[in-house]
């Protein structure tokens, strides 16, 4: 193939472009396209290409003088006049597409502004001729026909909606008619999904003198409408270009300002509002609290880092600030902010959850006023494009967000923080690429020269294994911030268990086997019950965790013991206390959101009989009402708080002093330092102990840990009690020692004994169906490929494990089954064998239930 360059502007620019296309599937691959003269294409561009018989995006990977192929088609336009995907970025993205098995186009995505990312639609009308003259065909089949008709019955349809329609491979069916020209189709750009929002405002159109002496003529003219005009035109020389048009209409009416345009006194002006999602937020400045010893060695380690990474004399460093719950973590993290910062070089901050926010977001914005950006899938889609934007274009040094915060266009970086490290949110599940934003950071600081601190009490196993073979320098916070100077008190009257030696807040197991012998089923043990009314006669708070939703877990049958389940998943459903008026409960389904109302009689046997069985967090709140009447009670989970927003009104509350008692989820378990809080009740440490997964004594440890964790920092000091029908389990008894290493050294050996991450590697295949009859036959044909391509290669090294029913079996209506590749590098055996689109891939997945 003949090299083709051509001259633009005095230089050599390549003739053909490698672009990663939208729609290619899992091919980490780019394909070569023709960039037509005067088209200005750069690395990073978006840009529309044909592919196919359809048009759609893809992103510009490189440049090239010699085409992989003979006849290249033409990129048909630029979508955007700027490369939007920077040069170290893509790197990132090859190395996202190689990695987690995605393809090129759907790795860069992740980096393209909020509701960038749009398509060509496409309209199909059946061509009447050329139908009526191949109606005696033979080759025409039924789905052929039955498309031909739902076209003919509208006139016009969607393309991708009559491929659904027809159900399965219906797409084969539409693009088989379109090559046959039996359907004609129409296209156009579908409208960019957010832009950028302007607003008129009112400017003078003349000199401020000669507006003045219009309104002086108004004034002396007579009538009510001289002395309107002379004011309308006296309050834009007081405010020029600064309220809207349509406000000062509707204040000094529409014809008044049309009068001022048409004299040319005043003329209007489109300015660019910022959608800011701190606008009703007020932050008051802080200054830097005088660090601990212990603060001040983890201070000077990362300040260190910084100024050798700043000054390119070697490669970037890794640590994990590894500190017991309360240690001050978060003023480490403000403080090498601040020295980022000093080196001209900018900060991204990342948490675990949306509910998290609201208080880091505090920490960080009264210490550094307005140079934080906000980016989380919270926002309104408008917030999030203009902050997208905003820190594109360098207006923030630091970036503050949840897991795709990760992708931020963050110029110069020079610190990234993780916080709460452990926690497996910041893994993505669905939909691809299933990235985990630990990894992915890492791979960024390798880009960027960047120094990377993750934080945690409950560190991540394999991070603590990687600390200990010394991949990442380990810096301890082993106290509290207050136990060196004894200022860190206990609850007065309270006869809880004292403080551990870190100043950790003392920890009571209660055996509730032992409560059930004494004749107590309740929901509260007969100490949580005495800690709640000491806690709260002491003037405390109290938090109580429970990580289940509902009113009760399951409604069951007491004659026959049937459980009402989803009629489109394998779970039980789970009953609700009405929050609206009507009163009315229903039983819904945590996976798929079926809702009904619940039944007294049995649907298996008939019998009236019925019993919600279990608890939730609303029966909680329930039981805390009854015991406590006089107390405020707030519920804090998913049901009540789903935005950013409703999760800061919550806390808002709390921290107010408004409701005493902070009844939730794993939301409370996570991040909160509130000093008033003197009593944790953990209502069931059971729950997730007997998961079928390797992870889940490491969970349970982390999650009552940190729950723990909350209570205690204050000077009233506090004590956490634990409610477990399993007190001997090893995750419960670390937990109520809040031993993060006593923990792991038993953890640690466990994996070893099994084989288990860290000491090999995972990748989960997932397969669903509507047929469960098929869905076991391709699980079953795709284990035996992979089973024989293993013995075939010799690749000893790889187990696979599986088919397995995933958890939920049915979800949706659809049968899931999985296989589990387990391996030194299980990716070589998945190179060989070649998956179907039905099947999905999660490399190092957060769970193989």
Known sequence: MEARSKITSGYDVPGFAQVAVDGAGLQARTFTY??????????????????????????????????????????????????????????????????????????????????????LRTWVSVDAKRVADTADADDLGSRDDRALRMVEDVGEMRRPSLARRLGRGGGVVVDRLIRRKLLVTRSEWEHQRQKPRYVRVLALGMEAEVVERAAEEMDSSSGTRGIERASLLRRVID??????????????????????????????????????????????????????????????????????????????????????????????????????????????????????????LARFASRFPGKVALLHSGLQPGERFDQWWRIAKGDFPIVLGSRSAVFAPIKDIGLVVIDEEHEWTYKQHDPAPRYHARAVAERFCAEHGTVMVVGSATPDIETFRRAERAEIDLLRLP????????????????????????????????????????????????????????????????????????????????????????????????????????????????????????????????????????????????????????????????????TAR????????????????????QMVAKGLDIPEVTLVGVISADTGLSIPDFRAGERAFQVLTQVAGRVGRGPDGGSAIIQTFQPEHYAVQAAAVQDFEAFYEVEIGLRAEHADPPFTRLIRLGHSHYDPSAALEEAKRMAAVLSDERIASGDTGTEVIGPSPSYPFRMRGVTRWHIVLKGAQPESLLDRVQLGRDWTVDVDPASVS
């Open 479 to 642: 106290a509290r911030v207050g136990i060196e100077d004894g200022s860190m008190g206990t609850l007065t009257g309270f006869s809880g268990p004292a403080r551990t030696s870190a100043g950790q807040a003392g920890v009571r197991i209660v055996d509730m086997r032992e409560e059930l012998r004494a004749g107590n089923a309740g929901l509260f043990s007969r100490a949580l019950l005495a800690g709640i009314g000491e806690s709260l006669d002491a003037g405390g708070r109290v938090i109580l965790f429970l990580n289940r939703r509902g009113t009760a877990a399951y409604v069951q049958c007491r004659q026959c013991g049937s459980v009402r389940t989803c009629r489109r998943c394998d779970t039980s459903l789970t009953m609700h206390q009405s929050d609206m008026p009507d009163g009315i409960d229903s039983l819904v389904c945590h996976y798929c959101g079926y809702r009904v109302r619940p039944n007294v009689k049995c649907r298996a046997c008939n019998a009236e009989d019925m019993r919600p069985m279990g608890s939730g967090t609303q029966a909680v709140v329930a039981e805390v009402e009854r015991r406590f009447p006089d107390v405020g009670v707030l519920r804090w989970d998913r049901d009540v708080a789903r």
């Open 239 to 360: 405010s020029p270009g600064i309220e809207t048009q349509a406000d000062l209409a509707r204040e000094f009416g529409r014809s008044r300002v049309d009068w001022a345009k048409k004299a040319g006194l005043l003329r209007v002006d489109e300015i660019q509002v910022q959608r800011d999602p701190l606008r009703e937020h007020q932050f008051q400045t802080t200054m830097p609290l005088d660090p601990t010893a212990a603060q001040a060695a983890a201070i000077g380690a990362i300040t260190s880092a910084l100024r050798t990474t700043r000054k390119k004399s070697g490669p970037p460093r890794k640590f994990l600030l590894y500190g017991v719950t309360g240690s001050g973590k978060t003023e480490v993290y403000l403080r090498a902010t601040e020295k980022c910062l000093e080196l001209g070089r900018s900060v991204l901050i990342l948490v675990p959850e949306i509910a998290l926010t609201p208080q880091t």
């Open 34 to 119: 023709s960039v037509p003269d005067e088209m200005p294409v750069r690395p990073g561009h978006l840009v529309w290409v044909p592919f196919g018989p359809r048009t759609v995006q893809g992103i510009v990977f490189g440049l090239t003088n010699v085409p992989e192929i003979e006849e290249p088609r033409d990129i048909e336009r630029v979508a955007y006049e700027d490369p939007l995907i920077s040069a170290r970025q893509i790197k990132v993205a090859i190395w996202m597409s190689t990695y987690y098995r995605v393809g090129l186009f759907m790795a860069a995505s992740q980096m393209l502004p909020p509701g960038f990312a749009s398509r």
């Open 646 to 665: 409703a999760h800061g009104e919550v806390l808002d509350k709390f921290l107010k002093g408004e409701s005493r008692v902070l009844v939730g989820t």
